[in-house]
């Protein structure tokens, strides 16, 4: 006992170690699960017909588990993509007019992306895009407008997702982009539909908690900075239902991250039942979503998109992700059809009314295209690739105008919003779905 000055220091860390690996203890009966969700989007990561996500492998650089080369080849794939005038490999200049213009939300997803790889970001194309993300989000700050009666261009989610991305580099904001968010949260502007988006307070909550951790804006807005990290707990921890979900099963996923970051841990009730509803859902096949599943690894595994602000790669190892998968819902049931009553509406007008024969088991997606066939009453529709999937963006001719806040809602009959998309969605026999052009 030579030292005793420095047992207590070692106590201390060896407690520190000890509790955060019991704080994020997964069930070995839940690990395989895990696993096989880590795989399928390592599985979607290697498929080159499909375009690369930022979404995905931020999802794949938080996991526990990795696949260096793999991941370092979907990170070149990626740069391809977003800056193809760092393309090294093919060494053809890259032509102007297939590069990527991407928006706030995938600009900023982009760079979480170069922060989770450990990149040097000290390039001129690198700083271009951190440029180019601050104009955009200034762009963003002045469609609000004044007193936030307006909204931003994208939404309040691509908003938040652009400050966070910054501030996980250690870039400054302009203040007033701050202050807008700021003020949105206050106000209670995180709505879609008249219901809160917890996937937005979320996302902004995120965002404020990172501004927390590195103080360099002026006091009274750290102080408001502050005040709204715990809003924005105090709204989530609110939206939790009977099930303990947070908002719906599939915002559940970034509320979780929130929480990991804000500090809940499993020994907190509230956290750990939102995290066994993930992981029943998952072993349920409810998540069949690739975006959705990429908010959720992160979140099984306790951490958030927060995490790679403090990422050091040196020391991650590979650690082969076993070849597993996660249970598919049933399929197409080639032997048995439904009938389903499909409606399309704007306003007090029907556009379109007619019931369609599928086989048990279709999408709503596949229920569209045998509509689409039909040789007496045809419906014309048409869908937008997006991150989240096909998004139906025109139904008979409707389109919403440019920056018309308005889209086509799906609903069951009567009311029920569907909170899944068309490629997603599996009717049931009889059901009764309504499109209908909706605002948010
Ligand atoms: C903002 C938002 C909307 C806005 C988008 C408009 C806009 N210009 O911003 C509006 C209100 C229109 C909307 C609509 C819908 N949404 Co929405 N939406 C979101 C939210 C909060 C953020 C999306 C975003 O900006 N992502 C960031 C950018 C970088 O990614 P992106 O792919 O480029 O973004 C575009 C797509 O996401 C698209 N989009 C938005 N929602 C959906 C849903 C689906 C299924 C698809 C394919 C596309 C899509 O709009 C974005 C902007 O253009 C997410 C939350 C989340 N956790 O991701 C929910 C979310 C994706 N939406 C969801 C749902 C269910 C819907 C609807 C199907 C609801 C309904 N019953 O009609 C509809 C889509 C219907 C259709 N026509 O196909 C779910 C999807 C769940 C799942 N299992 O996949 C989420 C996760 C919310 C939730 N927790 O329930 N949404
Ligand atoms: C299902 O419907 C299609 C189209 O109407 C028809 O061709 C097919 O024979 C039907 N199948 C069954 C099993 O009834
Ligand atoms: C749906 O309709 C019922 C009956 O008209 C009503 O009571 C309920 O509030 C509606 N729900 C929504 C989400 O609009």
Redesign the pocket.
Known sequence: MGFPWLQLPFLFLFHLLFTSVQLCQIPAENLQLIQSLNSELLKIAGDGSQEPDPSLYLALRLSNQHNLEKEREYLNRLSDVFQPQSSRSSGIPSDPSHRKKPGTGELALYLLALRAACQNMDTPERNRAVTQLKLLLNREMKHIGHKEKGYPITNYFQYSLGILALCVHNKRTDPEVIRKLLSAEHHDRFNHHQTPSVDTEAMAGLAFICLEQTPRYPHNLQVSVSRAVKRAKAKILEARTRDGVYGNIYSTPLAVQFLSAVGMRQNQQEFSSGMAALRQSLEQGDFQNNLIRSQLLPALYCKSYLDVASMTCQTQTESSVPDLSLPKPQGID????ISIRLEARKASQLLYQHVV?V?RGSSLLEVLEAAAKDVQQPLRYETQKTLSGPMLTGVMGEKPQEGERKYWRLLRHPNSSLDQGIAEYIPQNQEHIILKMTSW
């Open positions: 080639p032997t048995r059809n024969v086989p």
